[in-house]
């Protein structure tokens, strides 16, 4: 995903990430999990059917509220006053729990193959993986500019 020019500043960066992308995931992840438990449901005798998906979206749903939060209410605002002694130790919990997004990541795309639409696929199964892929590119661009971007301002 190319993302066009993103804020200098660390306190704006922070506020373009919660308005991008943690209020984008907001919307994302109920959507994918009702087409999710939609396909996995009308497709169950079908071999390539992403079983556990819908699971797998609940927990990273559950997973990823709580990492946005702590960023909403913890991290996010040290960095908008301009950083605090020991800021290094929530930026490394955030990191860690990246870690765990790019797991999370791994495992949606090998319940998918890819994701990958079988052959003959409904409306619903192909909304499903266009819409989650869209999620995985708005996921890693995500990690990606606080990793590389804005947590490197504060380490």
């Known amino acids: 995903m190319t993302q066009t020019s993103l804020p ?3 306190a704006d960066l922070t506020r373009h990430i919660e308005s991008r992308y ?3 995931h907001r919307e994302q ?3 994918l999990m009702a087409l999710a438990e939609r396909v996995e449901s009308v497709h169950a005798d079908h071999q390539d059917a992403p079983f ?3 699971g797998l979206l609940g927990r990273i749903q559950g997973d990823m509220e709580i ?3 702590k960023e909403e209410l913890i991290l996010f605002p040290a960095i908008r006053r301009g950083g605090m002694p020991g800021i290094e ?3 490394a919990v955030m990191r860690a729990d990246h870690a765990g997004h790019d797991d999370d990541i791994a495992d949606l795309r090998r319940i998918t193959g890819g994701p990958a639409l079988p052959e003959h696929a409904c409306n ?3 909304a499903l993986y266009t819409e989650l892929t869209e999620f995985i590119d708005d996921l890693t661009e995500h990690m ?4 590389d971007i804005l947590f490197p301002q504060f380490e």
Do not use: C, Q, V
């Open 8 to 10: 200098a500043d660390a």
């Open 22 to 24: 943690h209020a984008r």
């Open 29 to 31: 992840l109920p959507r």
């Open 52 to 54: 556990g998906l819908a």
């Open 67 to 69: 990492h946005m939060k």
């Open 89 to 91: 130790h929530p930026i």
């Open 124 to 126: 619903s199964w192909t």
């Open 144 to 147: 990606r500019i606080e990793n």
